[in-house]
């Protein structure tokens, strides 16, 4: 009933690693035709059997580490980005949603709220520049009532929409 396996699927996923009953339940490595590799828990009883902690790598060379939930990334992780981003926190449905970290290649750095993959809520972008926007943002973009140092060392306060638009003081 219980024990390690190898399982090669119709698909061509090959599974090896602890085996209980009829399937995967337990810690192993799922390896996809199309390069996608998985390694850690697993648990055949539910919809899909990534569920737990766990390591992704895509065949794009993006890779995941952190909490499954029914075969989805679903609660802390890091998401690794071919081009250098890293992106830390919470995540729901595969997609960063909640407070998340994210460091960029070129040095920028944001802190706070995504919703379904994108800045949505309150956060913090430190640019590469050095200017600093700390605010609203709406589905990954600056925008609404926030504060801007400027790399000159000018403050701003007021309304925003990817620069200083509306009420605002200097």
């Given at each position: 009933d219980k024990g390690k396996a190898i399982m090669t699927y119709p698909d061509g996923r090959v599974y090896?690693?602890?085996?209980?009953?009829?399937?995967?339940r337990g810690k192993g490595i799922s390896t996809f035709p199309d390069g996608h590799v998985y390694e850690g828990d697993h648990d055949d009883t539910i919809d899909e059997v990534f569920h737990g902690k766990g390591?992704?790598?895509?065949?794009?060379?993006?890779?995941?580490?952190?909490?499954?939930?029914?075969g989805n990334h679903d609660g802390k992780g890091v998401l690794t980005y071919p081009d250098g981003r890293i992106c830390k926190g919470d995540f729901k449905n595969g997609l960063p949603s909640g407070m998340v970290h994210v460091e960029y290649p070129n040095g920028r750095v944001y802190d706070g709220s995504f919703k379904d993959g994108n800045a949505h809520g309150k956060g913090k972008m430190r640019d590469d520049d050095g200017s600093v926007?700390?605010?609203?943002?709406?589905?990954?973009?600056?925008?609404?009532?926030?504060?801007?140092?400027?790399?000159?060392?000018?403050?701003?306060?007021?309304?925003?929409?990817?620069?200083?638009?509306?009420?605002?003081?200097?």
């Open positions: 090896e690693g602890d085996w209980e009953k009829l399937g995967p390591k992704m790598k895509y065949p794009d060379d993006r890779v995941y580490e952190g909490d499954w939930k029914h926007y700390d605010g609203d943002w709406v589905n990954g973009t600056d925008k609404g009532k926030c504060e801007f140092w400027f790399t000159d060392g000018r403050f701003y306060r007021g309304d925003w929409k990817g620069t200083p638009h509306g009420r605002g003081t200097m």
